[in-house]
C-alpha cells in the first residue's frame, strides 16, 4: 500500500515539473516574441523619425521594451520557482 502512495506521490511530482517546465518554456517564447516586436516598433520609428532626436528616441523605445520583456520573464519565472 505504502509503495503505490510513493508511486503516485513520484507521478504526481513528475507531472508538475513538467507542466512548470511547459510554463517557464512558453515564458521564455513570449520573451523572444517581445524581444522580436521591440526591434520591430524600434525599427519603424527610426524609419519614420524625422530628425536625429526622433531616431534617439526610437533606440530608447526599443532598449525600454527589451528590458520589460526581460523583467516580466524573469518576474513569472521566479513567482513559478517558488510555487513550486
Known sequence: MDDRTDRKQAEISGMSRMKTECIAFTVSLQEGF?????????????LTARNEKEAAEADLVTA???VEATDAAEDTKNRLNKSV
Do not use: E, I
Open 64 to 66: 525600454k521594451m527589451q
Open 34 to 46: 517581445r524581444y522580436v516586436k521591440a526591434f520591430f516598433v524600434g525599427q519603424a520609428k527610426k
